[in-house]
T-cell receptor, first 111, second 114 residues
Framework: DAKTTQPPSMDCAEGRAANLPCNHS???????VYWYRQIHSQGPQYIIH???NNETNEMASLIITEDRKSSTLILPHATLRDTAVYYC????????????FGTGTRLTVIP | NAGVTQTPKFRVLKTGQSMTLLCAQD?????MYWYRQDPGMGLRLIHY???????AKGEVPDGYNVSRLKKQNFLLGLESAAPSQTSVYFC?????????????FGPGTRLTVL
């Protein structure tokens, strides 16, 4: 089931921050928000995940709204190698570890 | 560590032929998965395994069988290939920790069924 909504495509200038939005208005209390990306035809790559607090790692930051109905993935200084399809996924913290991928957002970083 | 590897990288089959895709991981992960990705679409889960000797159906299991005889290997079989199974197949693995599910993906197998 598609539990997230993302814009199909976005552009970002190289060196600027890329802000990728995701709506997950039906998210349950025990569901995490995950972000993966897929560069060209490679296998998807994990970026970050969160439950209700904002998270940051070496790749990106994840901002989750207080009502948890939406989130934003932030790539602070986009490079050409960040051009990829970005997937926002919600899944429960228990049960099967399945990930349901939608169609994602195709981010193009422009020189 | 090689991570997740897939064999073969490319394959062309004729309708009705059979084949097995091999996935291997060297990270001692309990969980393994097979996905397919059709052009312009996200990945869809075919089958998964939560441990050696156990398998379960995913979102699109019809036409495929799987086996997990060893913890490090997960095999995906097509008994009678059909053109609708033309796709890119990705294998993934993860630790058993339910609250943190970073899945590590292989490079994919591009399969064409004529």
């Amino acid at each position: 089931d598609a539990k997230t909504t993302q814009p199909p495509s976005m552009d970002c200038a190289e060196g600027r921050a890329a802000n990728l939005p995701c709506n997950h208005s039906t998210i349950s209390g025990n569901e995490y928000v995950y972000w993966y990306r897929q560069i060209h035809s490679q296998g998807p790559q994990y970026i970050i995940h969160g439950l209700k607090n904002n998270e940051t790692n070496e790749m990106a930051s994840l901002i989750i709204t207080e009502d948890r109905k939406s989130s934003t993935l932030i790539l602070p200084h986009a490079t050409l190698r960040d051009t990829a399809v970005y997937y926002c996924i919600v899944r429960p913290s228990t049960g099967a570890n399945n990930l349901f991928f939608g169609t994602g957002t195709r981010l193009t970083v422009i020189p | 560590n090689a991570g997740v590897t897939q064999t073969p990288k490319f394959r062309v089959l004729k309708t009705g032929q059979s084949m097995t895709l091999l996935c291997a991981q060297d990270m001692n992960h309990e969980y393994m998965y097979w996905y397919r990705q059709d052009p312009g679409m996200g990945l869809r889960l075919i089958h998964y395994s939560v441990g050696e000797g156990t398998t379960a159906k995913g979102e699109v299991p019809d036409g495929y069988n799987v086996s997990r005889l060893k913890k490090q290997n997960f095999l995906l079989g097509l008994e009678s290939a059909a053109p609708s199974q033309t796709s890119v197949y990705f294998c993934a693995s993860s630790l058993r920790l339910a609250a943190y599910n970073e899945q590590f993906f292989g490079p994919g197998t591009r399969l064409t069924v004529l």
